[in-house]
């Protein structure tokens, strides 16, 4: 029951030199589905997603039939879109270490939960290995709010239990809870002129959004809850007064009340901002997903602790404050917790992951689904 570890990186290394930025998911969508089609699965590509965000590719959900009768039917989830620059990725590895050349990202996040989840399948069809009922999910367009899973048409889901391969952290984390979000958009209205000629003409929408921004809630608010104001974006010329600023921001708490209460506060500070400051301001909240919380004595949580415990891994069941795909699955009322990968520093051109986590990862997955089949 063990992998091939010169498989894996060889497939992690060709899965992250293919460009997968959001919504662009369409050639490695392709090769996914031929590799799930070759371990036997019965693969539906969600068009549904695909056309709700006017993305080239749409969530790929595979069925394997499994050889264990009333075994729990398990979800296998990650992501196929990267944040950029995820073109011309050239990984190598220094002491144990893969990284990319420095000028982009891995792609750890999230190729490899995606290796993790073809191997794991592969070992099972290879070594004829006893397993329940498995549904594989690649999502699209998770690195933008997790639009892909939220998208997805729930018709073709039917499993009992989840993993989402997709946290930083050693293999052995396992997260059961994780925060909702919200998404809130605003805009501070102004009024132009020449910047030169008669400025004092104009209302100038930038300055504006700065007093009101003063006011505003930001960073960590309690161990559950925070928000960030992250994209700013106004004006047009040196010369010209701007007479708007769009702002984006969002809220996180693991607490639905706590969510509901920040974002309601922010709300307020901006209507309460734009009156004094005399400009107009409009407000639009977006949810993004819910909060879930798992117990800790779950199946779920206990399936995947044993099976690393086997494995000799450091345990460590804990709350995030990232979001995943895992918040839409529970809400959609699987109980899905999400695995940590070994990713570190995701996002950025400094993005590492350690060969072996890469290995383990693929083995924590396998073992799992081996373990379900004997409870």
């Keep these: 029951m063990n992998i091939n570890k ?10 992250i030199k293919i460009s997968c930025p959001s919504l662009g998911e369409r050639e490695v969508a392709d090769l996914l589905k031929k590799r799930l089609e070759e371990l036997g699965g019965k693969v539906t590509e969600d068009m549904q997603a695909a056309k709700a965000l006017n993305g080239t590719a749409g969530n790929l959900v595979a069925d394997f039939k499994g050889t264990v009768a009333g ?8 992501h196929m879109d990267c944040v ?17 050349d420095g000028t982009t990202i891995l792609g750890g996040d999230d190729k490899g939960g995606v290796v993790a989840i073809l191997e794991a399948l592969r070992c099972l069809k290879e070594q004829n290995l006893p397993h329940g009922d498995i549904q594989v999910v690649f999502s699209v367009s998770e690195e933008q709010g997790c639009a892909g899973a939220k998208n997805l048409d729930t018709s073709l889901l039917h499993s009992d239990i989840g993993y989402a391969l997709d946290s930083s952290g050693r293999p052995g984390k396992i997260i059961f809870a994780a925060p909702g979000q919200n998404k809130i958009f605003a805009k501070v209205h102004g009024k132009t002129a020449h910047g030169g000629v008669a400025p004092e003409k104009g209302i100038n929408a930038i300055k504006k959004a700065a007093e009101i921004l003063m006011d505003m809630p930001t960073s960590r608010i309690d161990e559950e809850t925070t928000c960030n104001i992250g994209i700013i974006h106004g004006g047009s010329a040196t010369n010209i007064v701007p007479d708007l600023v769009e702002i984006a921001m969002d809220c996180r708490s693991r607490n639905p009340e706590k969510l509901e209460k920040l974002t309601a506060d922010i709300v307020a500070a901006y209507k309460k901002g734009g009156e004094k400051a005399g400009v107009p301001v409009d407000v639009e909240v ?12 779950s199946k ?17 069941i804990t709350a995030t404050g990232g979001g995943s ?36 990862t693929c083995q924590w997955a396998l073992d799992i689904l081996c373990l379900a089949a004997k409870e």
Excluded: W
């Design 71 to 78: 075994a729990p039917r398990i979800l296998l989830n990650a």
């Design 325 to 360: 795909d895992s918040s839409h699955f529970n809400g959609f009322g699987i109980p899905c917790t999400v695995l940590g990968t070994g990713m570190t520093n995701v996002h950025t051109v400094d993005e590492i992951l350690l060969e072996e986590d890469l290995y383990m």
């Design 84 to 100: 950029n620059p995820c073109a011309g990725i050239k990984p190598h590895i220094e002491d144990g270490v893969i990284k990319s």
């Design 6 to 15: 010169q498989r894996v990186l060889d497939e992690f290394y060709e899965l």
């Design 300 to 316: 779920v949580i206990q399936l995947a602790a044993k099976a690393a415990e086997n494995l000799g891994l450091t345990v460590d």
């Design 286 to 297: 977006k949810p993004s997903y819910k909060p879930y919380c798992l117990a800790k004595d």
